[in-house]
């Protein structure tokens, strides 16, 4: 991971070295994206509340299975390209069979709706295959909003029902994102790009009960892609 974010310096320096010899108005670029997630790898960590009562989160399946749109502007300097990007997915943070209250009090079927926004800069590089084929590899940091405002989290209860709780705090982290793939080139001025990536969203913190009993669960939210997006040059 060390080795990997190292690059990041290296591509913004080479970005900046390329803007001063572009004008703004000339190669600008617009993306529409969809991704879905192939596999979602949370960790948890154990937390106190103010009963001396203690939940402890392990891995859950987090959102895998999600998919996600968003969409993007930004300008290119020769092969190489800086974008702002706009993402958000939705979905049920599962963690049936992880959570486990004091007293060996196992919580089946416990889940959290959560909604991941991100906000991501990205850097790219594209070099050329052919007259229609390119590849392309890309690194991004931003900031990611973690939302469990919606219904909060869903505990089962003995007679088959649920009980909703939590609280709308959100909170937000950085992300942090590599991928690379292979661009196809559609017409003069649009692209499909397919990437497989890397995203580490952040920690998400969810947070059960109110005042001196108010319990927060950190979950680190990363997860692999795959990433399709249509992209236009003007």
Not at 5 to 22: D, W, Y
Not at 87 to 100: M, N, P, R
Not at 209 to 224: F, H, K, L, Q
């Amino acid at each position: 991971m060390n080795r990997l974010l190292s690059c990041l310096p290296v591509l913004a320096l080479l970005s900046v070295s390329t803007i001063t010899h572009a004008k703004w108005s000339d190669d600008l670029t617009a993306d529409i994206r969809f991704s879905y997630v192939l596999t979602s790898d949370p960790g948890g960590s154990d937390q106190d509340n103010g009963d001396d009562n203690e939940i402890v989160t392990f891995n859950g399946d987090a959102i895998e299975g999600e998919s996600g749109v968003g969409f993007a502007i930004g300008k290119r300097f020769d092969a190489v390209g800086v974008s702002l990007a706009y993402e958000t997915i939705g979905g049920a943070y599962d963690l049936s069979g992880s959570v486990e209250a004091d007293g060996d009090i196992l919580l089946p079927g416990t889940e959290a709706d959560i909604d991941v926004e991100t906000f991501m800069l990205e850097i790219d590089y594209t070099w050329e295959i052919n007259e229609i084929l390119d590849w392309n590899v890309l690194a991004g940091m931003g900031q990611t909003t973690f939302d469990f405002s919606t219904n909060g989290t869903r505990l089962p209860l003995a007679n088959g029902t649920t009980f909703l709780t939590g609280n709308d705090v959100d909170n937000s982290d950085t992300s942090i994102r590599f991928g690379a793939g292979i661009s196809y080139q559609l017409s003069d001025s649009a692209s499909l790009l397919t990437m497989l990536q890397y995203t580490n969203y952040g920690t998400a913190e969810l947070k059960t009960g109110t005042g001196a009993a108010e319990t927060t669960t950190s979950m680190d939210v990363e997860s692999t892609e795959v990433s399709m997006r249509i992209k236009f040059d003007f």
